[in-house]
């Protein structure tokens, strides 16, 4: 400490172990800094008991930011789920957590992302499907160059990698495997004709676990047929619609569903159930997610750690872990919605 008692920021320099360009960096919020640094910086700050007079803003800048997890919607399981552990983390790590919605509008997420860069916002984590085109690469591009610009960082959680070089970090989930498994479930139970309800070509999310399906069937010798493949949405009113128009061009040529995910499901046994069809007596169906009402259906679905991925992203942000790209695996939940295949009889 200095002769005249009043410490400096050289005192608090030396006592993060770090230059006092990096302290002043700290201070001012107004460049990248890794979040281990920042830690350090505000520690010596405190056990200083430091106060720049000149500066008193400065430290106020200091404190730890806001988490914020920017969604499509709550009114989404996946979406609240994945939230509800991004608070629970950032809650532990001392932290308030912001919950900001863009309902898929690109402009209303863009005005979001820079609000948070304004309020400071200690990391932004964007959630969920996407489709990666160039336009998808360039927004996310300038969003992890802006954010880092002003100290704050960007986690991507159940998205694709942006690639070298951008300043964003990446925790996501087995999707595909998920749906190998839950695929070879319904094969090993003697199903061949599995539709797939909820394609979505070039989202992310559905991308994966339609591969998943292909993988399974081809590694089961079962060849693979478009005409099982059936685009829907993600929501219980698409699944409901999809179901519907095919049980309305004639007898099901499936035995099988495999949902996009729990709330495709949801329709689809709805639609099945009022076209006389029982589950799984006379139709076996699996989800994915495992999400409400996937117990209350009985369901056999794909587990995701929903939570643990919100958690994740808080310790990524913060520099807790540096394991990024992260992948977290998923398990299959067997409850009750699929049954055994009956052998066709001779000659059919
Ligand atoms: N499950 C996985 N991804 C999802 C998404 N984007 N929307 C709703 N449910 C999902």
Redesign the pocket.
Known sequence: MTTSNRVTIRDVARQAGVSVATVSRVLAGDYPVLAATRNKVIRAVRELDYVPNAHARALSAARPGAIAIVV?SVA?P??AYIAQGVEEQAAQEGRLSLICTHGGDTGRELSIVQLLREQRAEAVILV??VIVDDEYRKRMTEYAHALAAAGSRLVLC?RPPLGEGVPALVVGFDNTGGAHAVTAHLLSAGHRRILYLGLRPGHT?SDSRVAGYRSALAEHGVPGDPGLEVEAE?SRDAGYAAMNGRLAAGPPDFTAVFAG?D?VAAGAIQSLREHGLRVPEDMSIVG??DVPPAQDLGLTTVH?PHDELGRAAVRLALGRTTTSPMTLGTHIVVRDSVRPRLAAPLGS
Do not use: E
């Open positions: 499509n989404v996946y979406y969920g499907s159940g999310t993600f995910n709330l994915y997610d995701l």
